[in-house]
């Protein structure tokens, strides 16, 4: 049984109880060179300003071609192309095939710096993978843009045809963008990034990966990629939903639709970052005394490891890539473990094998490799570091961050003192989605990055993100999945920003976790393209 609330925004409340979860995307090579000169990265870009506006087609001319148009863009005259045709500052690749799906590769050099404009700035790369269903090659179809879940991932290649890309599938033409600095898009990657000399240049050069500037790459595709440069549906997932606010807040016009899974953001002048954390924090309390539910025997386990940790010299124990396992260290697990999919089953068998056997007596105890190695490769900073860089940035406008979530965790160090926890027999709590200051000393690496961090943590002059004028008249038809219990984007607060977004129609369900769009992708979208297309009508 499911109740439809008729309010704006429109509200469908599906009363199923799963676990579900999610875990973050897992990395993947990152391979292509930066396009970045080492002379290029000075203080002078300080003075560089950030743009007041992204990209926006507006009062544009347009030469109805299939191959080429005009097109005029925040005054600046541009040619664009057809998904037919190929230039300089777009490279289109040959098909190729995975089961039951054909793909083709398109390559685009872009302005670093859009406030600067198309000619005057310097250039980056940003990569996106096209795809259909086998046969439909040169079919008619309408576009639709995913937006990965972030900050600073890339999109997963397709390797077959299911779930939510086979679904899309059935009547889009599927493009998978890589956000600038991620996958195939001028990767910002932990050996990238060395080439800069300093950590003022490379701050400098970190404030263009936001938010608004990947809208602006994906208006500067769209009028390249979709004939005459017509409008296009975006799906965003998590931080893509973050994106697609960006995208109704300053280039409605380039879209169709839109439709968000786990998605929407807060939308507040000034750094919003503090009022997440504490929302997430007792969020976090509630996926703990779940997980120790389902398995109270982990509870002495992890005691012990915290104990163990802490009575180590330093503190905690070398892991395999160089960096220190400490118990708030360990606490971060949470990040994978307590929010999506199948996370509670991955942290409970990984607790299971965290000891080595005592094959000769009188060996001392030792944490396994295979719990160390486990514990990095559920940190993925390693390979997508923008992830730790710029994670609290995405909540702020005209203010900094300050090291949000650290601040805001004193508030609650009582539960969250992991050694004092162990100590008195307690339940050791789990963190959440949160990037603290000491990462960049226990994680090897990040430790190149510790004063980057810090000049972002205290950077001001942030732009703006969202307009909430612009929200407040929309026009273009948004459906969001928003989930009751999800970890990593408080309900509470997707609430209040979906009453600032007008005409949006809100699926809240307590049937999936975070990661709904990867656990049945197929039943999320057909729900939320429902909402849209008249299949689920307002009653």
Known sequence: MS??????????LTPHIMLLSHAPPPPFLLTTLLHYHHRHCSRALSSIPLFSKPLSVTNHSLLHSRRSSILTMNGATIATHSSSTSSPEHVTG?????????????????????SRGLHSSYKITVFAREVVAVGKEEQTLPYLLFLQGGPGFECRPPT???????????????????????????????????????ADDLADFLKYFRADSIVNDAEFIRVRLVPNAGPWTILGQSYGGFCAVTYLSFAPQGLTQALLTGGIPP????????????????????????????????????????????????????????????PRGLQTLGLSGLGSGTGFESMHYMFER??????????????????LSSFENSITVDTNPLYALLHESIYCQGSPSRWSASRIRTEVEDKFDAIKAAREGLPVLFTGEMIFPWM?????????????????????????????????????????????????????????????????????????????????????????????NGKKPLF
């Open 3 to 12: 109740i439809l609330i008729s309010i704006l925004p429109s509200l469908t």
């Open 94 to 114: 040959d098909w190729f095939s995975v089961p039951s799906l054909r793909l083709r590769n398109h390559t685009f050099t872009v302005p670093l710096d859009y």
């Open 160 to 198: 077959e045809s299911s779930g939510w890309i086979q679904k899309v599938t059935e009547q889009f033409r599927l493009i998978l963008m890589d956000q600038r600095g991620t996958g195939l898009s001028t990767p910002l990657s932990v050996s990238s990034m060395l080439q800069f000399k300093s």
């Open 267 to 326: 939308i507040g002048h000034g750094c919003t970052a503090d009022s997440v954390y504490r929302a997430c924090f007792e969020q976090i309390m509630h996926q703990n005394e779940k997980y120790y539910k389902r398995y109270p025997q982990d509870i002495k386990i992890v005691q012990e490891l915290v104990n163990y940790l802490a009575e180590q010299e330093g503190g905690g124990v070398a892991l395999p890539s160089g960096g220190i396992l400490t």
């Open 354 to 371: 965290v000891w080595d056997p005592t094959l000769v007596p009188g060996s001392p105890k030792r944490i396994s490799h295979y719990f």
């Open 440 to 532: 960049f000393d226990e994680i090897h690496a990040l430790k190149p990055f510790k004063d980057v961090a810090h000049i972002l943590s205290e950077k001001k002059d942030w732009p703006r993100l969202y307009d909430i004028q612009a929200l407040n008249n929309n026009k273009v038809p948004v459906a969001a999945a928003v989930y009751y219990e999800d970890m990593y984007v408080n309900f509470k607060l997707s609430k209040e920003t979906a009453s600032q977004i007008a005409g949006i129609r809100l699926w809240i369900t307590n049937e999936f976790m975070h990661s709904g769009l990867r656990d049945d992708g197929i039943k999320v979208l057909d729900h939320l393209l429902g909402m849209l």
